[in-house]
């Protein structure tokens, strides 16, 4: 399965943007999904899951913050981020719970202050 994340930009302190992630195979139905980014020069974070009957889980950082969700019909998943800080700035990635799943591009984040 190739998973494709896009949406990313540079936005402003306070800004919202939403991520997408289309998978190239029917994996959602089946796997917990996440949201995981990687700011430079640190390890990979996973930022949110989600659960093929909707329940979602958050890492403390972002909670309030942004949303979680999923289309099994298109196979895509979707992160929601409101009132964004800097410290959000980072490469984004989706995968499944246990990572394993190759990884794809990322999509870039930036927000600046």
């Known amino acids: 399965v190739q998973l494709q994340a896009s949406g990313g930009g540079l936005v402003q302190a306070g800004g919202s943007l939403r991520l997408s992630c289309v998978a190239s195979g029917n994996i959602f139905s089946r796997n917990v999904m996440g949201w995981y980014r990687q700011a430079a020069g640190k390890g990979r974070e996973l930022v949110a899951l989600?659960?093929?009957?909707?329940?979602?889980t958050y890492v403390d950082s972002v909670k309030g913050r942004f949303t979680i969700s999923a289309d099994m019909t298109r196979n895509t998943v979707y992160l929601q981020m409101n009132n964004l800080v800097p410290e959000d700035t980072a490469v984004y990635y989706c995968n499944d719970w246990t990572a394993s799943q190759p990884w794809g591009q990322g999509t870039q984040l930036t927000v600046s202050s």
């Open positions: 989600i659960s093929n009957v909707g329940s979602t």
